[in-house]
C-alpha cells in the first residue's frame, strides 16, 4: 500500500552498495547505522540552522522596538539584506576563507563558491555551510543595532558584505576551521569557544563598538553638558518579542554547534537555558536596584547577555555553572551599557554590550568553570583568543568604517536624521495609517 | 576529506565501550541501533522543549493583544520573568517534588538542582528536566493573563515562583511522576492526561480563577448597574500571531510528550491540528450566531480552546474523535466566556475559559473518546483528576494570593491603574513614538 | 534508575515482533535499522509539517503588514479560517481526492475522511496527511492577500473550502498522487515540480489573480485618468517579520518535501536559501535603479520570489543555479508587480507576482537547470504543468469567484470598504488604543 517503505529501501540500499536482494550481513548492519546516525546529525545541523536563520527576525525585532518609530523600515532593510548578501558573499568568499585548506593557520584558500561540493560528493558540506553560513550573517547583524537609526544604507551594505566576506570568516578560521578542512592557530593553542561567544558576538561587538564611534551619536542623545538622554524605543512588545525568538534561535545556535545528533546536546541545551534565566533575572534586579523600577529594556539585555555569556562554555560547563555565569552576565551588562553611555559612545540597543562585553566575559568563564578543571594555560589561551578577538575586529572595522566616511560617506545628514533615515534613504514610513510623534 | 566520519565513529564508539578496531558483532550491532534510537528520542524531546519554550511569545502576545496599549510592557515584563524565575525554581525544588523519588506518592524528595545528573551519569535526566521546565513554565504563565493590567509586578513574580516550585510540580508528582523516578496515587488510578490538559492546562486555569477572583475586576470592567463593559485589545494582529504561535508550539507540547522519537508521533500530530481547526470554526460559528457577527477573540480562544482540550487524549482517541473533542471545546469558550463575564469575575483574555474549562473537558473526553473504550473507572479517574486539580490549584493559589494581598499587596492603586501599570511598575510606556488614547 | 531504557526496549521490539528475551539476529538488526530510519522520516516529515504550519503566521502578517489598519482583524480572521475550514475539509475531501487510488489519473476516489488509516495499522498515513494539510492551506491562503480589503467573509470562506477540498487536491492528484495511492496524468509525462512552485504557489497564484479581476480594484486604487495610487501598507516591521517567518517555514516546505531525512536535504536547504538571499538582493537593486531608492515592499516581495521560484527545482539544481534562478525571479517579481498594477489589477501584495508567475518561472527554470542536463521533453513537459495550472487554477476560480458574486455577493459594499472591512464585517477594531488616520 504505502510506497515508504520501497523508498527507505532505495534510500539505505544504495548508499551502502548492497545489491538489492543481498541479504544483510554484520558489516553491512554495521554501515547501515553508521548511515542511520549520519541522517541523523544531517537533520539535527539543518534543524538548527533554521532555528539560528529565525535570529535574523529576532535582530531585526529588537533593534526595532528600541529605537524610533521613523527608523524602522530601513531596520528591516538592513536585517533582510545583511543576511541576503551576507549569504551570497560568504558562499563565494567566506566559507573558503573559514573552513578551506591552510598551510598557514591565518585563512583558507579553498572551497570558495562551495567548489568543495560536487553532484556526486558528500554533501555534509553544505550541511556544514548552511549552519555557519547563519552564523556568519548572526556577526554581520550584530553591527545594525548600534549604528541603527544614522548610518547611510549603502555604507552599511558594504559593511556587511566585507564583514561577511573577510572579517568575520578570517578570525573564525583560527579558532574553528579544523571543524572542516582548515588548522588554526588559535585552536592549536587549546582556545575554547564551544559556540562562539568570542568567534561570533565578540567579533559582532567589537565592530559595533568601532562602528558607533566612528559614526558619532545621534542628534539629542548627548545634551550640550554632556548629560545622557534617553531616546526610548517605539515598540516595546516587538523587543521581547524579539529576545523571545532570539532566546529559541540559541536553541540551534549552541547545540546545534555539535552538528551531530547525540546525548551532549541535552547539556548544552538546559545550559543556555539556565544562564538566559539567570541573566534576565540579575539584570532586573540590578536595574531594579539602580533605578528604583524594574526596567524592561535592561531585563531584556540581560536574558540575550546570559545567552552571549553561555555561548563559548555551553558544552563544558555544569548547569550550576551556566546559572553563574547568567547571573554574572546579567549585571555586567547593566553596568557596561551604563559605563558606554557615560562615555558617550550612542549603541541604540546596547550591542556592545551584550555581544562584546559578554562575548568576553564568555570566554573567560568558559575557562573558569571548565568542568574538567582549570589551569594557568587555560586562562591564559583564553584571555589570548578575547584579545586577539578585539585586535582583529575592532581594528578592522574601524578602518573599514573610516574608509566608507572617507570615501562615500557613512553617515546621513543632520536633515535626513531629523525626517528619519526611512524616509531619507527609502521613500516610505513604516506605520502609515498610525498619528506618529 | 571531512572529518566527520571520525567523528561518528568517536561517538558510537566509545559510548558502546568497543576498542575502535575491534570488529561489529550481532550484539554490538544491536546496542548500537538503540543508542542511535536513543540519539533520535534526545532530539526530539529538545526540539519539541524548544517549540513549547516558544510558547511563552505566544501567551505575550495574546494577553498582550487583548489587553490595553498601558499594560503592554507589564505583560512582557511577566512573561519574560515567569519563564526565567520558574526556569530556576523549577530547577531548584520544581523538578525534585515532582519527579524525585516518593514513598508517599503525594511528592517526591530527590532530584533538586538537578543533583540526579552526574558529569559522567546518563544526560537523559538533563533532556527531560528541559521538556518538563518549559511546561512549568507554560502552567505560570497562563495565569497572567487573568491578573492583568492590575496585578503588582513583586505580588506576581512571587506567584509565579511558588507555582512552579510548588504547586504545579506536587500535582505533577501525582499524575506524571512515574516519568521519572516518582510513582504517584492519580497514575496509580489509571488517570488518563497524555499531555496535561489538566496537569498542565487546568492547574494553570485554576490558579488563574483564583487570581483574578482575588484582585477584582479592573476598573470600569463593570458598570454601576452590574453591566458588563467591553475592555478591547490594543492589538489584534499580534493576538493573532500568538495563536498561530500557540498553535505550533502545541506541535511540540503534544506529541513531544512521547519524549521518544516513534511513529504514535503522527497521530497526535493529525489530533493537535484537527481539534484546533475544529475549535477555531466552532467558536467563530457559535459567536457569528450569538454576536451576529464572526468575532476575532473568541475565534482565536476557540482554537486555543481546541488544543487545551485535545491535549490529554492527543494519544488515545482517533482524528475523527478530536474533530468532535475541538468542536464542544470551541463552543465550551464561547460560552464559559460569557458566563464568567456575567458572574463578574474579570478575566481579561479568557484564561480560565481557555484553560480551566477546556483542560477539565478535555480530561473528559479522554476517557470518552478512549480508543480502547471507556468504563465507568475510567471516568471516574478522569472525575477524580479533574476534582483533584481544581481542588489543589484554585485552593493554593487562592490561599497564595490572599496571603501576598494581606501582605506586601497584590493589586496596584487606583490612580495607578489608571495612569497604566507600566508606568507606575516599570516607568515606561510601550509604544513612546504613536500618539494613543 | 531511568525507565527510558525499558521505553526504548518496549518501541523497538513489539514492531518488531520479537519476544524481549530473544537475542538479536542479523535479520532483526536490519529490521530495526529500518525502523530507526522510518522513526527519524516521522519526525522529519512533522517537524517540517510545523514549519510549514508556521507559515500561515509568516502570511497574515505579510498581507496585513501591507495592506490598511483598517482591514487587520479580517486579515487575521480570513488566515485563521482559510487554515481550519481547510483542515477540516482537506481531511475530508481533498486528501482523498489528491492522493487517493485512482484508475483515470484525473483525482482519487479513496482515503477520505483518512479513512485509509485504522487504529492498528500503519502511521505512515498520518505524517503524510499532516505535511500534505498545511501545504493545502499555503495554496489558500496565498488568495487571501489579493483579494485583501473588499472581500466578503463569507465568500472567501466558501472559497477556502472549495479551494482545500477541489482545486488544490486535483491539481495535485496530476503531479504529485503517486506519493501515496494515486497516479496522476503528469507525473506520468515526468513534470518536475519537488515541492510544488506549480502544484502549490501558481495554483495559489493563478487563482488569487481570478479573484482580484472578479472583485475590481479597492477604491481609489486607480486615479479617474486611470493614474496608479500607492495605498502604502500600515506596519511594515510585520510585513518584513512575516517574510523572515516564511523564509523560515520554507526550510520545512522545500526540504521536507522529501519526506525522508538523509543527505538530500542538504542541498535543498542550501539552494532554497541562496534563492531566497538572491532574489531579495536582485529585488532591491531592480527597485534602486527603477525608483531611485531601495524599496522595502519590493524587497521583501523579491525574498519570497526566491523561495518560490526555488520550490520547483530545489532537489535537482546545483546551489550555482539556485542562485541564479533566485535573482531572476527578484527581477521578474518587481517587473510582473508594476505590469499587473498598470493593467489595473488590484493585488494589494503582489501575490499573483511571487506566487503565480515566478512559480511559472521556477518550474520552467526546474527543468532549464536540471543537474542531469535538458531536453526539449523535458522543457515541454514542464510548459504542459505550467499551462495546465493556469487553465486549471484560473479558470476554477474565476467561476467560483463568480458565482459567488452571483448569488451570496463576493464584495463588501462601497460604504462598507470606506469604513473598513474590519468594522463591517467583525465588528472590530485592530488597534483600539492608537490614534489612527
Keep these: ?96 576563507l573559514m573552513f578551506g585548506t591552510t598551510n598557514t593557520g591565518w585563512f583558507g584558500t579553498t572551497d570558495f563558491f562551495l567548489s568543495g561540493w560536487t553532484p556526486d560528493g558528500d554533501p555534509w558540506i553544505l550541511a556544514f555551510w548552511m549552519f555557519q553560513c547563519v552564523f556568519a550573517a548572526t556577526a554581520a547583524t550584530i553591527v545594525s543595532g548600534a549604528v541603527a537609526e544614522r548610518v547611510k544604507f549603502n555604507g552599511y551594505l558594504i559593511y556587511s558584505a566585507v564583514l561577511c566576506a573577510f572579517i568575520y570568516p578570517i578570525f573564525g578560521s583560527w579558532a574553528w576551521g579544523s571543524l572542516l578542512n582548515g588548522n588554526g592557530w588559535l585552536e592549536g593553542l587549546g582556545f575554547i569557544d564551544f559556540a562562539g561567544s568570542t568567534v561570533v558576538h565578540s567579533i559582532g561587538g567589537w565592530a559595533a563598538l568601532a562602528g558607533a564611534m566612528v559614526l558619532g551619536p545621534r542628534i539629542g542623545k548627548y545634551g550640550p553638558k554632556g548629560e545622557v538622554r534617553a531616546i526610548p524605543g517605539h515598540n516595546i512588545p516587538m523587543a521581547a518579542i524579539g529576545v523571545f525568538i532570539l532566546w529559541l534561535g540559541w536553541f540551534g545556535f549552541n547545540p546545534g554547534s555539535t552538528t551531530t545528533a547525540d546525548k551532549s546536546i541535552a547539556m548544552i541545551f538546559v545550559n543556555t537555558n539556565l544562564s538566559a534565566a539567570a541573566g534576565a533575572v540579575a539584570a532586573m534586579f540590578t536595574s531594579w536596584f539602580i533605578f528604583k523600577k524594574p ?143
Aim: aromatic fraction near 8%; include cysteine.
Design 295 to 437: 526596567d524592561i529594556g535592561m531585563s531584556l539585555n540581560g536574558a540575550l547577555a546570559g545567552l552571549v555569556g553561555i555561548t563559548a562554555g555551553c558544552a563544558n560547563v555544569s548547569p550550576s555553572s551556566s546559572l553563574v555565569i547568567g547571573l554574572i552576565s546579567g549585571v555586567l551588562v547593566v553596568l557596561s551599557v551604563m559605563l558606554i553611555d557615560r562615555v558617550h559612545i550612542d549603541d541604540p540597543v546596547g550591542a556592545v554590550s551584550v555581544h562584546g562585553v559578554c562575548g568576553a566575559w564568555g570566554t573567560l568563564a568558559a575557562g573558569l568553570f571548565n568542568m574538567e578543571g582549570v589551569t594557568a594555560k587555560i586562562i591564559t589561551t583564553q584571555v589570548i583568543g578575547i584579545g586577539a578577538a578585539f585586535i582583529w575586529s575592532f581594528g578592522c572595522a574601524y578602518i573599514l568604517f573610516k574608509l566608507i566616511h572617507l570615501t562615500i560617506g557613512l553617515r546621513i545628514s543632520e536633515e535626513e536624521e531629523l525626517i528619519g533615515v526611512d524616509i531619507a534613504e527609502h521613500g516610505a514610513h513604516a506605520y502609515n495609517d498610525f498619528v506618529t510623534k
Design 1 to 96: 500500500m504505502f510506497k515508504k517503505i520501497l523508498l527507505l529501501a532505495l534510500i539505505l540500499v544504495p548508499s551502502l552498495a548492497l545489491a538489492e536482494d543481498a541479504p544483510p550481513t554484520i558489516a553491512s548492519n554495521a554501515d547501515a547505522i553508521a548511515l542511520v546516525q549520519e541522517h541523523a546529525n544531517y537533520l539535527w545541523t539543518l534543524i538548527a540552522a533554521a532555528l539560528v536563520f529565525f535570529m535574523q527576525a529576532g535582530f531585526a525585532m529588537v533593534e526595532s522596538g528600541f529605537t524610533r518609530a521613523k527608523s524602522a523600515v530601513n531596520i528591516m532593510m538592513k536585517n533582510l539584506m545583511d543576511f541576503s548578501m551576507g549569504s551570497i558573499f560568504f558562499w563565494a568568499i567566506g566559507f573558503g
